[in-house]
């Protein structure tokens, strides 16, 4: 039995963190969408108790190091079975980007497997197992707009973003997501952002609401490090977005725009000063 699984990238219109739990683990507030930029996962039952996993990256682990070998793991384990299988990731999303490609993946191995294997297991049982793995995989199991808070696990559901047109900017360095959050200073966070007024906005379906209450509180942290975020930010509010930042722990930037035309235009004028640029839209994995 064969079953593909799309694993969409995210990124993070609001980013947020409340304070640290006594395990270090932070709490979060952050408001997610998913995007048409996503890996294909193919899943394949083998006869043995193996765990394959097989990528077209160059850079990627294919052990237990890889977050979709660890998927199945955590999986088997909760369920009680012994199953083996073949994971074949057909990667699209750039790696550590601040995309959550990896614990796309995983969600995705998740979710296929709950259906090969007929376990019955509903999306916020996915979820409570994917925390185990990493913080952005309960999203990802829903890969639909959503309100995130707990340290991951909390997924509420938001209603479909108004119409808008993304352009992400990957610059060509790679950041360690865990380098970064260990950096969160609480006492130095310039300011928290207004998390209700966003969602309002999005439920109301005002940009201009969601526009203006946009932002991540990591960005001044990355970009201290990396000054070529702010430039980057900086090139797509000249070249024309309503608003834009960066995506997770980085280094990805992304501008958002109402407007397709300008959006294109934003596109191709970034294509000047970053190798790597996309021009993508939201998604709600159930719905598109
Ligand atoms: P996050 O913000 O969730 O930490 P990210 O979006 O910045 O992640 P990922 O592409 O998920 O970045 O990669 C983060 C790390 O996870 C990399 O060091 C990579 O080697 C490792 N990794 C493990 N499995 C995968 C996978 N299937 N795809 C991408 N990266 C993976």
């Not at 997610?32 to 083998?46: F, N």
């Not at 070998?69 to 073949?86: D, I, M, T």
């Not at 790679?174 to 966070?189: A, C, F, K």
């Amino acid at each position: 039995m064969q079953i593909v699984e799309k694993a969409p990238a995210k990124i993070n219109l609001g980013l947020d963190t409340l304070f640290e739990h006594s395990n270090g683990d932070k709490e979060w507030d952050m408001v997610m969408t998913s995007v048409d930029l996503a890996d294909y996962v193919t899943l394949e039952s083998l006869p043995t108790k193996r765990i394959e996993v097989i990528t077209d990256s160059g850079f990627l682990p294919n052990d237990r190091r890889n977050l979709a070998f660890q998927a199945v793991s955590v999986l088997r384990r909760h369920c009680h079975v012994e199953y083996g299988v073949r994971i074949t990731i057909k990667k699209a999303i750039p790696v550590a980007a601040g995309l959550g490609g990896g614990s796309s993946d995983a969600a995705a191995v998740l979710r296929g497997l709950n259906r090969m294997w007929s376990l019955g297991l509903d999306l916020a049982t996915l979820a409570k197992l994917g925390l185990r793995i990493d913080s952005d995989v309960p999203y990802c199991v829903y890969s639909q707009t959503a309100h995130v808070t707990g340290k991951g696990e909390v997924v509420t559901p938001l209603p479909k973003l108004p119409p808008m047109w993304i352009v992400l900017a990957k610059p060509k360095i790679s950041v360690s997501t865990p380098n970064i959050l260990r950096q969160v200073d609480y006492e130095q966070l310039e300011s928290h952002l207004d998390i209700n007024e966003l969602l309002t906005g999005i439920q109301q379906q005002d940009f201009t609401s969601i526009f203006a209450n946009m932002g991540n509180v990591l960005e001044p942290i990355t970009s201290k490090r990396y000054p070529e975020i702010l430039q980057i930010k900086q090139q797509l509010l000249k070249f024309g977005a309503d608003a834009a930042q960066m995506s997770g722990t980085g280094p990805t930037v992304f501008g958002v725009c109402r407007k397709r035309s300008r959006a294109q235009r934003v596109y191709n004028s970034l294509k000047g000063f970053c190798k790597e640029v996309y021009l993508v839209r939201p998604v709600n994995l159930n719905e598109d």
